[in-house]
C-alpha cells in the first residue's frame, strides 16, 4: 500500500516545527527541574553545615569558659616550672661522694697512706685528688688499678710518684687523680624515703 499525503508542505513543516519546539521545551523543562532538585540538595547540605557550625561554636563556648575556670591553675604550673627550674639550676647534678668514698675505703691497700684527699665539683664532673705515701712504685700502680673497680670514679690517672726520704725511711710520695660522675639531677618532688 502507497501512502499519499494530501497535507501541503507548508502545514507538515509546521507540525515537524512544533514537535520539534515540544520536543526541546521538554528537554528544557527536565534540565530546569534537575537543576532545580540540584540547588536544593546543596541547600539542604548548606543548611545542615550551617547547623553543625553553629553547634561547634556553642561547644567552643563551652570549652572556654571551662578553660577560664581553670587559668589560675595554668598560672600556678607556669609558676611552678619556673621555680623548679631555678631550683634544679641551684642545686646542680650532686655529686656521688658518700658511695666513692665508701667504696675507697673498702678498697684501699694496707700499704698506702693518703696524706691529701681533695673533692672539687665543677659542673658536670667533680674532680678528685689523692695525694699520699707508700712503700715502692708498684704500690701506687696497684692502687690506680683498684681505682678503676670503684663505680662512680673515670679518667683515673697518676700525676707523678717519686721516690723521698723520710726519717731515714725510703717512701713513695704519689698523686692521684680521678673525676667523679655526677648523681640524678635534683628533684625537688621526689620522695626522700625511697
Request: charged share 20%; aromatic share 6%.
Amino acid at each position: 500500500m502507497i501512502k499519499i499525503n494530501l497535507l501541503p508542505p507548508e502545514i507538515l513543516a509546521e507540525r515537524k516545527r512544533k514537535a520539534a519546539q515540544v520536543q526541546l521545551i521538554k528537554g528544557f523543562c527536565i534540565i530546569v527541574v534537575l537543576l532545580v532538585v540540584g540547588l536544593a540538595g546543596l541547600l539542604v547540605a548548606t543548611l545542615q553545615v550551617n547547623k553543625r557550625v553553629m553547634d561547634l561554636a556553642a561547644q567552643r563556648a563551652v570549652v572556654e569558659a571551662e578553660v577560664a575556670t581553670y587559668a589560675p591553675y595554668v598560672e600556678l604550673q607556669a609558676s611552678l616550672n619556673v621555680r623548679d627550674g631555678l631550683v634544679k639550676k641551684a642545686m646542680g647534678k650532686p655529686m656521688g661522694w658518700s658511695e666513692v668514698l665508701s667504696d675507697m675505703g673498702s678498697f684501699i691497700p694496707s700499704n698506702v697512706w693518703l696524706t691529701n684527699f681533695s673533692l672539687v665539683s665543677s659542673g658536670e664532673e667533680g674532680q678528685l685528688t689523692m695525694r699520699g705515701v707508700t712503700y715502692d712504685h708498684p704500690s701506687t700502680a696497684r692502687w690506680v688499678a683498684t681505682l678503676h673497680d670503684i663505680p662512680g670514679l673515670t679518667n683515673i690517672r697518676s700525676v707523678f710518684s717519686a721516690v723521698e726520704t723520710v726519717d731515714g725511711n725510703e717512701l713513695v710520695r704519689f698523686e692521684i687523680r680521678a673525676g667523679v660522675i655526677t648523681g640524678e639531677e635534683f628533684d625537688p618532688f621526689a620522695r626522700g624515703d625511697e
